[in-house]
């Protein structure tokens, strides 16, 4: 058995109990191959899944999204675009144990790397983009729609407002001061989070807004959605299930009593290889750590103000 450096956590705690270890990699089975991973995404999930009060199974293993190229293939392996062949590069998602040098996942996960991404951009596509892509179908953004989407400068706010935005609809995001012009950058109308932000709000969109999608799970996007969205099937969250399960609003993902979207999700990540492959999608990549400082990586994401996404690089 082949062995390779990997992450590994065997406590729930904060960020520093994360280990270095020496883990085997499995050679590929049918349907699976190995990627030699270039870049991991490191996503505040990978953080949340051991925190304090959580009782994974232990020794877990991090890392749901990777970059890097096939170096081995297993009969029968074939990606949702086609055929996948040793020394390609490929995006990866959702796998487990990515937070390592080489990982050996399902082929059905496995998509060619657009081109012009690189491998830190590719390995923060999907997770951020899966669910981006849930938030616009749930809420049926279309084209002449105008969105709020609560924490633009974020991994989802960001996808969703580029996809939004590729629909036809019209985006207005919130962000800390210093994201403002980031947003601008990507043809969002942008607004300043905090006190008065639903008067900000309806300055920048004196129309109205028919949509909103929070990505922050504060009491004040939450209550600045229900402000200014009179329809709650157009009120979408990702983080705020508490609120959302009171407030009667669409909440997504694998919060309490939400909506995984499977089915969206999973067709989902075809079309966002696509998008980024003709150029049409851009991931922020605000910091690479190396695969032994994950610790200050995942440190980073947890602080909720990352400035763009973050990947590891073995
Ligand atoms: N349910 C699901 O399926 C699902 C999937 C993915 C992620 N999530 C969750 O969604 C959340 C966002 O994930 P992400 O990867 O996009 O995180 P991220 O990249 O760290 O983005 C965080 C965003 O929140 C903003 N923000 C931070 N504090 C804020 C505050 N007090 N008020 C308003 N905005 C604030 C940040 O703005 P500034 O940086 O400009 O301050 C930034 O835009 C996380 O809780 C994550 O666990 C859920």
Same mark, same amino acid.
């Given at each position: 058995?082949?062995?390779?450096?990997?992450?590994?956590?065997?406590?729930?705690?904060?960020?520093?109990?994360?280990?270095?270890?020496?883990?085997?990699?499995?050679?590929?089975?049918?349907?699976?191959?190995?990627?030699?991973?270039?870049?991991?995404?490191?996503?505040?999930?990978?953080?949340?899944?051991?925190?304090?009060?959580?009782?994974?199974?232990?020794?877990?293993?991090?890392? *749901?999204?990777?970059?890097?190229?096939?170096?081995?293939?297993?009969?029968?392996?074939?990606? %949702?675009?086609?055929?996948?062949?040793?020394?390609?590069?490929?995006?990866?998602?959702?796998?487990?144990?990515?937070?390592?040098?080489?990982?050996?996942?399902?082929?059905?996960?496995?998509?060619?790397? %657009?081109?012009?991404?690189?491998?830190?951009?590719?390995?923060?596509?999907?997770?951020?983009?899966?669910?981006?892509?849930?938030?616009? &179908?749930?809420?049926?953004?279309?084209?002449?729609?105008?969105?709020?989407?609560?924490?633009?400068?974020?991994?989802?706010?960001?996808?969703?407002?580029?996809?939004?935005?590729?629909?036809?609809?019209?985006?207005?995001?919130?962000?800390?001061?210093?994201?403002?012009?980031?947003? *601008?950058?990507?043809?969002?109308?942008?607004?300043?989070?905090?006190?008065?932000?639903?008067? *900000?709000?309806?300055?920048? /969109?004196?129309?109205?807004?028919?949509?909103?999608?929070?990505?922050?799970?504060?009491?004040?996007?939450?209550?600045?959605?229900?402000?200014?969205?009179?329809?709650?099937?157009?009120?979408?969250?990702?983080?705020?299930?508490?609120?959302?399960?009171?407030?009667?609003?669409?909440?997504?993902?694998?919060?309490?009593? /939400?909506?995984?979207? *499977?089915?969206?999700?999973?067709?989902?990540?075809?079309?966002?290889?696509?998008?980024?492959?003709?150029?049409?999608?851009?991931?922020?990549?605000?910091?690479?750590?190396?695969?032994? &400082?994950?610790?200050?990586?995942?440190?980073?994401?947890?602080?909720?103000? %990352?400035?763009?996404?973050?990947?590891?690089?073995?």
């Amino acid at each position: 058995m082949v062995t390779t450096l990997a992450v590994v956590v065997n406590r729930t705690g904060a960020p520093d109990v994360v280990e270095i270890a020496e883990v085997d990699v499995a050679p590929p089975a049918d349907g699976e191959v190995t990627i030699e991973v270039r870049a991991a995404g490191v996503n505040p999930v990978d953080v949340k899944q051991f925190g304090p009060g959580t009782s994974p199974t232990f020794p877990l293993r991090l890392g *749901r999204e990777v970059a890097g190229v096939v170096t081995a293939v297993g009969d029968g392996a074939s990606g %949702p675009l086609g055929a996948i062949s040793v020394g390609d590069e490929v995006v990866a998602y959702p796998v487990v144990g990515g937070y390592a040098r080489a990982v050996t996942v399902a082929a059905t996960s496995v998509f060619p790397k %657009p081109r012009g991404l690189s491998f830190e951009q590719a390995a923060n596509l999907m997770l951020v983009g899966v669910t981006a892509w849930h938030l616009l &179908e749930a809420t049926g953004v279309a084209a002449g729609d105008r969105v709020l989407v609560h924490g633009a400068s974020g991994g989802v706010g960001l996808a969703v407002s580029q996809l939004g935005l590729l629909r036809g609809a019209e985006v207005v995001g919130t962000a800390s001061e210093a994201n403002q012009q980031l947003l *601008r950058d990507h043809g969002v109308t942008p607004v300043v989070y905090g006190s008065g932000l639903a008067d *900000r709000v309806r300055a920048a /969109a004196p129309d109205g807004v028919d949509a909103a999608l929070d990505t922050v799970g504060t009491d004040e996007a939450i209550d600045v959605s229900l402000e200014l969205v009179s329809d709650r099937d157009r009120i979408a969250t990702i983080a705020a299930f508490r609120r959302g399960a009171k407030e009667g609003i669409r909440m997504l993902g694998g919060g309490p009593g /939400a909506d995984p979207g *499977r089915e969206i999700r999973t067709a989902a990540r075809s079309e966002l290889v696509r998008l980024a492959d003709a150029g049409k999608l851009d991931v922020i990549v605000a910091r690479a750590f190396p695969l032994t &400082e994950a610790a200050a990586a995942l440190e980073l994401v947890a602080s909720g103000h %990352p400035g763009g996404q973050v990947a590891l690089v073995p």
